[in-house]
C-alpha cells in the first residue's frame, strides 16, 4: 500500500500555471504506476495523466495534453503535475493515484485500475 498526500492546489488566473505535488510513502512506490485524476462538482472523475514506474511512459488526457506535465522522482518518492494555460475548466479537486501494476508500462486511464489515492488538492482558475 501506499500513503499519498497531494499540495500545490489554490486560486489562479487563466493563462495561468500550477505544479501539483504528491508526496508518496510506502515501500512500493518505485514500481508503481501514478496517475492523476481530477473532479468537478457535478462530474465523474476523469483521468489527467499517467507515468509508469520509471517515468519513460507518460500519457494524457486529450483536455490537457501539451499544456500539463507529469513526472516523478522515485528517490524522493515524488510525483508531480506541472499545469501551464489553466483554463476555468480546468477547476476540480485532482487527486494522486497509485496503480496496483508492479514495473508495467500499460498506459492505466481508468480509475479502477487504481487502488491507493490521496485526499485530494483543489485547483480554481477564474475567467
Known amino acids: 500500500q501506499v500513503q499519498l498526500v497531494e499540495s500545490g492546489g489554490g486560486l489562479v488566473q487563466a493563462g495561468g500555471s500550477l505544479r501539483l505535488s504528491c508526496a508518496a510513502s510506502?515501500?512500493?512506490?518505485?514500481?508503481?504506476?501514478m496517475g492523476w485524476f481530477r473532479q468537478a462538482p457535478g462530474k465523474e472523475r476523469e483521468f489527467v495523466a499517467g507515468i509508469n514506474w520509471s517515468g519513460e511512459n507518460r500519457y494524457y488526457a486529450d483536455s490537457v495534453t501539451g499544456r500539463f506535465t507529469i513526472s516523478r522522482d522515485n528517490v524522493k518518492k515524488m510525483v508531480y503535475l506541472q499545469m501551464n494555460s489553466l483554463k476555468p475548466e480546468d477547476t476540480a479537486v485532482y487527486y494522486c493515484s497509485a496503480a496496483s501494476d508492479i514495473y508495467g508500462s500499460r498506459q492505466l486511464r481508468i480509475s479502477s485500475e487504481y487502488n491507493d489515492w490521496g485526499q485530494g488538492t483543489q485547483v480554481t482558475v477564474s475567467s
Open positions: 510506502g515501500r512500493t512506490f518505485s514500481s508503481r504506476t
